[in-house]
Every structure is written in structure tokens, then in C-alpha cells.
């Protein structure tokens, strides 16, 4: 057997045979390489290609091409035209970046630009397609997968979004709120649930998550009032203010709210009970002395605000339109003067 063992008998031979394997291997390494980046610059221009609608060349492009200035240059530019609102320009401008520029991850943070334009423009499909694009040759990007997300979430996806949001939770596992909410989304438009087994199956997930406090409770108020003060969480007094506000004098449930400071105050405030005099909160007091003087000109209006990058809403939402944030709305109180409708006759 030793016959075969060739370095037994000579070491140099041996010496030699191992070098050149080494060097077979390195440039077989070195051209698969190759051969894999020159595929990706092809996938990537024909991605490119596939949203390219017009023959002509265009200006923009042929500058990045021609002009020395550096990528952060061209990077600013387009974000200032996103800001403008003008998102054909700055796509243009991802677009001859990426066509010109192979470092792979330069091509991953422009990409990641190029669907966040796409999202911002409303090109939902585009952006879809971007944003995969950037995970088939690197799966291990949380941004991807958080706007994949966002774009399924608007297209209600919601079953596709919640496959992503696997891939998510194995890199970011602090995102489970993220899963409770497409959770709850994904309820709220299933055709084959009745509204009963909605109200049952959302209460449910309040007691179990203790998240989404808001979107579950305002379903439930408008659906199952019962239920929801069964099930009603102290702690979310002030950010249920708008929709308990809105409620009807026969929906109250007087034993909750005769334990609840807060629901005291504000229902007082509003002239369905009297079960306090004064409020810490300038516009509950108010209301409370206009109702002693038995003057019901005035009323409430709510804004919305973010709690995390504090913008204003003249809507109620369960995901932050400016920040993408969710679970982060609280209500803003204000007076304004009370319309009382009034049936008009046309004879």
C-alpha cells in the first residue's frame, strides 16, 4: 500500500503536489468569484433594465457616468429630490449608481434606497421587487425584510408578511410587538371570520401580548362594548380618551368608571354623569364648569401624535405614517365649538 503514499519516498514530490493543489484550488476560488460577481452585475442590470421604459439616454445618468463627483454627492442629491417629492430623479439617480458602481456593498445600500423611494412614490410592486433583490444576495438585512414587511402590510398581505416576519424575529427577536400587530391586521380583514370570533380571538390577544392596545380596544368598542369593558385595562385610560369620548350614554359601564379617575372626569366632562367637580386637565375642568352652568356650546376634538417622532395626525392610526413605528399613537384633547345638526326642509 505504501506504493501509493509517493511523498513516503520523496518529500519533495510531496512538497510540490501540495502547492500545486493549493494553487488549483485558489484559482478555481478565485474565478468562481469572479464568475459569481460578474452573474450578480448581470442579474442586477437586467433588474435595472426591467424598470427602464424610455430608448433615450438619460441626462442625469450620463452625468454620474461623465462627472467626478463622489457617490455621497450623487446619495444627497437624490434624497433631497425624495424630499422635494420628486422621486423620478432620485430613482434615476439610484439607478445610474448602481449600474455604474459593482462593490457589493455599495449595491445593497442603494438598492435599500431604491425601495424606499419606490414605497415612498407608492410603487408598491417595484419596491417589492427591489427589496427581494437586495435579500437573494444578502439575507441577513433587518432593513429589507422590515420594509418587505411594510410593503406587504400595505398591499394586505398580511399572511406573506408574517412569513417575513419569521426571517425577522431570527435576527431581531425584540420585534414580537411587530408579529402581534400583523397578527391583528390579518384578523381584522379575514372574510371567514365572523365579527364574534374577531372581538373574541383580538380580547384574546390583548390578555396574552398586552400590546396593541388601542387598534383592539377600538374594534371592540365598536363591535362589542360588553366585552370591552369586561376586558377594559385601566392602564389605557388616557389613550382610549378619543373613542370612549364618542361613546353612547347607554354603552357606559358606570361600575368601571366610578373606579377609574380619569373615566370619572372625562365622562363628567362630557354631561353622562356627575361623579366629580373639578379635573387636573384644562379642557375636562372646563367642560366640567360649562356643564355646571348648564352651557353645552363646547366640546372635544382629538389630534393624533407619534409618540416616538412626535408628528401630528388629524387621523387615528395603528402604525406611525412618518416613522413606520406602531402601537405609538396617544390623543391629543381640544376644545372647539359644539355643531348641532339640524334637519334642513327643502319644500
Given at each position: 500500500m505504501n506504493t501509493f503514499f509517493i511523498e513516503w519516498h520523496d518529500p519533495l514530490l510531496g512538497i510540490i503536489v501540495f502547492f500545486l493543489l493549493l494553487f488549483i484550488i485558489s484559482f478555481l476560488s478565485y474565478w468562481?468569484?469572479?464568475?459569481?460577481?460578474?452573474?450578480?452585475?448581470?442579474?442586477?442590470?437586467?433588474?435595472?433594465?426591467?424598470?427602464d421604459n424610455t430608448l433615450d439616454p438619460k441626462p442625469i445618468a450620463s452625468q454620474i457616468h461623465n462627472n467626478t463627483l463622489n457617490n455621497e454627492s450623487w446619495l444627497l442629491l437624490a434624497q433631497s429630490f425624495e424630499l422635494q417629492g420628486s422621486f423620478e430623479k432620485s430613482v434615476e439617480i439610484y439607478q445610474a449608481l448602481l449600474s455604474k458602481h459593482h462593490d457589493s456593498l455599495f449595491q445593497k445600500e442603494t438598492l435599500l434606497l431604491l425601495g424606499k423611494a419606490y414605497l415612498k412614490a407608492g410603487f408598491l410592486e417595484r419596491s417589492r421587487i427591489t427589496f427581494l433583490?437586495?435579500?437573494?444576495?444578502?439575507?441577513?438585512?433587518?432593513?429589507?425584510?422590515?420594509?418587505?414587511?411594510?410593503?406587504?402590510?400595505?398591499?394586505?398581505?398580511?399572511?406573506?408578511?408574517?412569513?417575513?416576519?419569521?426571517?425577522?424575529?431570527?435576527?431581531?427577536?425584540?420585534?414580537?410587538?411587530?408579529?402581534?400587530?400583523?397578527?391583528?391586521?390579518?384578523?381584522?380583514?379575514?372574510p371567514k371570520l365572523s365579527v364574534a370570533d374577531k372581538t373574541?380571538?383580538?380580547?384574546?390577544?390583548?390578555?396574552?401580548?398586552?400590546?396593541?392596545?388601542?387598534?383592539?380596544?377600538?374594534?371592540?368598542?365598536?363591535?362589542?362594548?360588553?366585552?370591552?369593558?369586561a376586558k377594559f385595562d385601566h392602564a389605557l385610560s388616557v389613550r382610549l380618551s378619543d373613542i370612549l369620548w364618542n361613546l353612547r350614554e347607554d354603552q357606559l359601564?358606570?361600575?368601571?368608571?366610578?373606579?377609574?379617575?380619569?373615566?370619572?372626569?372625562?365622562?363628567?366632562?362630557?354631561?353622562?354623569?356627575?361623579?366629580?367637580?373639578?379635573?387636573?386637565?384644562?379642557?375636562?375642568?372646563?367642560?366640567?364648569?360649562?356643564?355646571?352652568?348648564?352651557?353645552?356650546?363646547?366640546?372635544?376634538?382629538?389630534?393624533?401624535?407619534?409618540?416616538?417622532?412626535?408628528?401630528?395626525?388629524?387621523?387615528?392610526?395603528h402604525r406611525c405614517g412618518h416613522c413606520h413605528a406602531i402601537d405609538t399613537l396617544y390623543p391629543i384633547a381640544s376644545l372647539t365649538k359644539e355643531h348641532s345638526e339640524e334637519n334642513n326642509s327643502f319644500q
Open positions: 468562481w468569484g469572479r464568475y459569481k460577481a460578474s452573474r450578480t452585475h448581470k442579474e442586477l442590470e437586467s433588474f435595472l433594465g426591467s424598470f433583490q437586495v435579500l437573494q444576495n444578502h439575507p441577513r438585512t433587518p432593513a429589507a425584510l422590515h420594509y418587505l414587511i411594510l410593503v406587504y402590510e400595505q398591499l394586505h398581505q398580511f399572511d406573506k408578511a408574517l412569513e417575513v416576519m419569521e426571517s425577522l424575529l431570527e435576527l431581531q427577536p425584540s420585534n414580537t410587538p411587530l408579529q402581534t400587530y400583523l397578527e391583528c391586521r390579518q384578523i381584522l380583514i379575514d373574541t380571538q383580538l380580547a384574546h390577544i390583548y390578555e396574552t401580548t398586552r400590546s396593541m392596545g388601542y387598534l383592539i380596544f377600538d374594534y371592540l368598542f365598536k363591535h362589542n362594548t360588553s366585552l370591552a369593558w359601564d358606570l361600575d368601571i368608571i366610578s373606579r377609574n379617575g380619569h373615566l370619572r372626569e372625562l365622562f363628567t366632562a362630557k354631561g353622562y354623569v356627575s361623579l366629580c367637580t373639578a379635573s387636573s386637565h384644562f379642557e375636562f375642568d372646563l367642560l366640567i364648569a360649562l356643564q355646571a352652568c348648564s352651557h353645552r356650546a363646547v366640546t372635544l376634538q382629538f389630534e393624533y401624535g407619534c409618540s416616538e417622532c412626535k408628528q401630528i395626525s388629524f387621523l387615528p392610526f
